[in-house]
Nanobody, 124 residues
Framework: QVQLVESGGGLVQAGGSLRLSCAAS????????MGWFRQAPGKEREFVAT????????RYAEFVKGRFTISRDNAKNTVYLQMNSLKPEDTAVYCC?????????????????WGQGTQVTVSS
């Protein structure tokens, strides 16, 4: 069992930066791939970024490439999403997720545990 708690969301002006954190607890955290997803009101949930269980593989949605970076520190049981050059269209609830297979998957089906989400609002 893995428990996930996100933090770091808030209100920021366009062009600014935020770093989201996802603190994990539970058995064998280091075996899990981690992903970030987001959902805005009236829109479907969409994939943002993922990282394999050892951190060797990362994948990103096209719309965040060059702006967002996912990383993990297994010694701290924490995954991060560094978000730079934020745009109003990035406004959403951001959730982290853990996948027991350890693969850097873009599909929410392959994730077993989910955090409650943290709100990111980008003003123009």
């Amino acid at each position: 069992q893995v428990q996930l708690v996100e933090s770091g969301g808030g209100l920021v002006q366009a062009g600014g930066s935020l770093r989201l954190s996802c603190a994990a607890s539970g058995r064998t955290f280091s075996n899990y791939a981690m992903g970030w997803f987001r959902q805005a009101p009236g829109k479907e949930r969409e994939f943002v970024a993922t990282i394999s269980y050892r951190g060797g593989i990362t994948r990103y949605a096209e719309f965040v490439k060059g702006r967002f970076t996912i990383s993990r520190d297994n010694a701290k049981n924490t995954v991060y999403l560094q978000m730079n050059s934020l745009k109003p269209e990035d406004t959403a609830v951001y959730c982290c997720a853990a996948g027991r297979y350890g693969r850097a998957s873009m599909s929410p089906i392959e994730y077993d545990y989910w955090g409650q989400g943290t709100q990111v609002t980008v003003s123009s």
